[in-house]
């Protein structure tokens, strides 16, 4: 028996505090920058944070992190990189999509015709189960 843990908690935590942290704050501070360059015309913080451009972005920095965060954890957990990547990307997945729930309290996003969005749209699930496929990618390509 191994007296090693199955799981790197430390960096599984780390990897989800970096993933997460940085993502949100980009995803809050995204729709207000964007009004506030905008100024008098005609986006304000509902348009944009229902634009698609804005909700697809906010997965994508999300699955970038993930793939930086595969690499480091890679050098960190060595071979228990699969194991910690896929408890990593549920964590995040999860929480990432309680920061969707706060951008839809904060900013209570539009679609396009003018309609209040739900909380979690089909993209934001797609996008959580999206993260799970690529943080198994990450950790396979980065171990090569």
């Known amino acids: 028996m191994s007296d090693q843990s199955r799981f790197d908690w430390r960096a599984i935590m780390q990897a989800t505090a970096i993933i997460v942290g940085i993502t949100a704050v980009i995803g809050l501070i995204i729709p207000v920058a964007g009004a506030l360059i905008d100024g008098a015309g005609p986006l304000d913080t509902r348009n944009i944070s229902g634009n698609q451009i804005y909700r697809w972005l906010f997965w994508a920095i999300a699955w970038g992190l993930t793939v930086w965060q595969g690499s480091w954890m890679l050098r960190?957990?060595?071979d228990r990189i699969i194991d910690d990547m896929l408890v990593t990307s549920i964590l995040v997945a999860i929480l990432l999509l309680i920061v969707k729930i706060i951008v839809w309290l904060a900013y209570e996003p539009t679609g396009p015709s003018g309609a209040s969005l739900l909380p979690i749209t089909g993209l934001d699930a797609?996008?959580?189960l999206v993260l799970l496929v690529v943080a198994?990618?990450?950790?396979r390509t980065n171990r090569f």
């Open 76 to 78: 960190t957990v060595g």
């Open 126 to 128: 797609g996008g959580a």
């Open 136 to 139: 198994l990618i990450a950790a």
